[in-house]
Structures are given as structure tokens and as C-alpha cells.
């Protein structure tokens, strides 16, 4: 089986903005050939969850007071995502924290090529504080999760 990339696009425009979809972004990156990070775990929401329809409940009829709006909209919802740095030495360190310090405070667009689902209005909410190291086969490698908000979370996308 081929490895299919994480790619990761970053908005360009100035820092301190609100989502908006006329963002501008950067030519999107594949996290491997970038930072030698291979996406281990992509748990993408396929359909949202609804956001609450408005009720009303009266004492004096039956059942409730419903509107249904003419579109769902949905809540925006977390996304933790699990990478793996293999063969962790010397550079580990340095990759992992500069791939984190490029994404973070930023807007982003993700598009996991496995899935062959894309999210925009993305960010990073935190980076795992306790990474494990493992060793296989005599080879190290490093797990770890960033947890990204997903406040588009209707919109498919590809890069």
C-alpha cells in the first residue's frame, strides 16, 4: 500500500484576521516531504453534528414549537490528528517544533489525500504535551497529536 499525504495549506493574509473564505493561502505542503512527518491518524467528522434546532415548549398546547431553518447549520468541532517522526534523533526535536511554530496562530486549510477529505477554517487548538517514543525493529520513532478546531466544518475541500 502507497503512503497518501496530509497536506496542509497556510493562510497567507495578516495575522489577527477572522475566518472569511477570501482568505489567501499558501501553496499547500505535504507534511512528509516538508517535516518528515507521516500522518498516522485522521479521525475527519465524514457529516458535522447539527447545531440545535430552536424549540419552544408551551404549557398549554401539545408537542413543541419547532422552526426548522431553511438550511442546517453545523458546529464547528475538533480534530486531533496523530503524526509520526520516524528514526527521532538529533533532528526530531527541530522538525517537530518548527513544523508546529509554522502552523500555529493561523488560519489553515487540511487535506488528508487518504480520506480524500479537506477542511478549512482549521487551527491549532494545542500540541501534545507528552509524545511517546517507541522502538520497533530497531528503528525509534516518535508519536504525537496536534488537536486542530474545525470551524468550517460543511465545506469539503481539496488541495
Known amino acids: 500500500m502507497t503512503y497518501l499525504p496530509l497536506l496542509i495549506s497556510?493562510?497567507?493574509?495578516?495575522?489577527?484576521?477572522?475566518?472569511?473564505?477570501?482568505?489567501?493561502?499558501?501553496?499547500?505542503?505535504?507534511?512528509?516531504?516538508?517535516?518528515?512527518?507521516?500522518?498516522?491518524?485522521?479521525?475527519?467528522?465524514?457529516?458535522?453534528?447539527?447545531?440545535?434546532?430552536?424549540?419552544?415548549?408551551?404549557?398549554?398546547?401539545?408537542?413543541?414549537?419547532?422552526?426548522?431553518p431553511s438550511s442546517v447549520v453545523y458546529e464547528a468541532y475538533d480534530l486531533e490528528l496523530e503524526f509520526v517522526y520516524l528514526d527521532p534523533g538529533e533532528t526530531a526535536n527541530a522538525?517537530?517544533?518548527?513544523?508546529?511554530?509554522?502552523?500555529?496562530?493561523?488560519?489553515?486549510?487540511i487535506y488528508d489525500s487518504y480520506t480524500k477529505i479537506g477542511r478549512?477554517?482549521?487551527?491549532?487548538?494545542?500540541?501534545d504535551e507528552d509524545p511517546q517514543f517507541k522502538r520497533r525493529d530497531g528503528r525509534d520513532f516518535l508519536v504525537f497529536n496536534v488537536k486542530f478546531?474545525?470551524?468550517?466544518?460543511?465545506?469539503?475541500?481539496?488541495?
Open 10 to 68: 497556510v493562510c497567507t493574509s495578516t495575522t489577527g484576521t477572522s475566518y472569511s473564505s477570501s482568505l489567501t493561502y499558501g501553496k499547500p505542503f505535504d507534511t512528509l516531504a516538508k517535516y518528515g512527518l507521516y500522518i498516522k491518524h485522521a479521525p475527519f467528522t465524514v457529516m458535522p453534528k447539527a447545531k440545535n434546532i430552536v424549540t419552544q415548549t408551551w404549557k398549554d398546547e401539545d408537542g413543541d414549537d419547532v422552526y426548522i
Open 95 to 109: 522538525q517537530i517544533r518548527q513544523f508546529i511554530t509554522d502552523i500555529t496562530g493561523k488560519w489553515l486549510k
Open 120 to 127: 478549512q477554517g482549521v487551527y491549532v487548538i494545542s500540541a
Open 149 to 159: 478546531r474545525v470551524n468550517d466544518p460543511k465545506t469539503n475541500i481539496v488541495l
